[in-house]
């Protein structure tokens, strides 16, 4: 772990950095405030600081307070200790107030700075195992189990989302509506195990030819939605059709057969005007175009003038 050490007494900066190095800790030092306040903002800056109160410039419980309201956000803490003289209630107080964390009066001893150090790092950790486990949450409820791309509710909520950006920054989006074909013959045939896996391989070859901010979402059964930002008709015909080569060439092997998936498509780039129920309905119209047409292919929706 990487801290900072940040002290305008240079005797102090090499006696901190000696002993946190012997406790196993990466340093940093800064011998002012600017200085310190240079590195907290630097990528892959350090989690911990220990800072001292009085420095030229920036003192350390204004980087605290500026930490707090600038560099705070829900995925990283920093943990921040200031080393201060002052030991009257009202100064620990504001610099508590300020966003410091711990505080140590000098001189302080060895042993309490490696306990408190000890603690900071224990307290930054559980705060990472904290946004994994809520990233790990988020994901569990906005993907399809089986094929990990976005499920239905998450999907239509990117697509109300993408809609209104759009609408907002004057561009256009673009709606692809897929459907597998003869699905039902592939589960009637091979079993629904082998169906899990075609959906899966699907789902997984659709994100990969995809644009890396395009969204992949499992609509229902073997029907799948993807929203392109920022598309014209040639460029989502020709995503379209990227998709649909792709998974026409592949080969999914599953209980023991080789299946050859073919789909159909129907797209659709919003306007304005138009709401997601329409989108929605227009790529539907074009999807059940394509598969009339003989499946295997893509069709591009009409809207009305």
Not at 93 to 103: Q, R, V
Not at 179 to 187: A, L, P, T, Y
Request: hydrophobic share 45%; charged share 30%; aromatic share 4%.
């Amino acid at each position: 772990m990487k801290i900072l050490l940040a002290d305008d007494d240079a005797t102090t900066r090499k006696m901190l950095g000696a002993m946190l190095s012997r406790w196993g800790y990466a340093t940093m030092t800064a011998a002012s405030g600017d200085e310190a306040w240079a590195i907290l903002n630097s990528e892959n800056a350090p989690r911990l600081a220990v800072l001292d109160w009085v420095m030229p410039g920036m003192d350390g419980v204004e980087i605290c307070r500026r930490v707090r309201s600038e560099l705070s956000s829900s995925d990283r803490y920093l943990y921040l200790i200031l080393l201060t003289a002052k030991t009257s209630r009202e100064e620990i107080i504001s610099g508590l107030e300020a966003g410091a964390d711990d505080y140590m009066v000098k001189p302080f001893d060895p042993s309490e700075l490696q306990v408190r150090v000890g603690i900071g790092k224990r307290i930054i950790q559980l705060h990472q195992e904290l946004v994994e486990a809520k990233e790990a949450l988020h994901f569990q409820a906005t993907r399809d189990p089986l094929t990990r791309v976005y499920n239905r509710g998450a999907t239509m909520e990117r697509l109300h989302e993408e809609l209104d950006r759009s609408a907002r920054e004057g561009q256009s989006m673009g709606l692809i509506m897929i459907d597998i074909d003869h699905f039902k013959k592939i589960n009637d045939t091979h079993g629904h195990l082998a169906g899990d896996v075609v959906l899966r391989r699907t789902a997984e070859i659709m994100t990969s030819v995809v644009r890396s901010y395009d969204v992949v979402g499992r609509f229902g059964g073997e029907e799948f939605l993807v929203l392109l930002p920022k598309v014209d008709e040639e460029i989502l015909s020709r995503i379209a059709e990227r998709i649909r080569a792709a998974v026409a060439a592949e080969t999914i092997r599953a209980e023991g057969a080789e299946i050859h998936v073919t789909l159909s498509a129907g797209t659709v780039v919003g306007r304005k005007g138009l709401g997601v129920d329409q989108l929605i309905q227009a790529a539907d119209e074009a999807l059940y175009e394509a598969k009339r047409s003989g499946r295997n292919r893509v069709c591009a929706a009409t809207l009305a003038a």
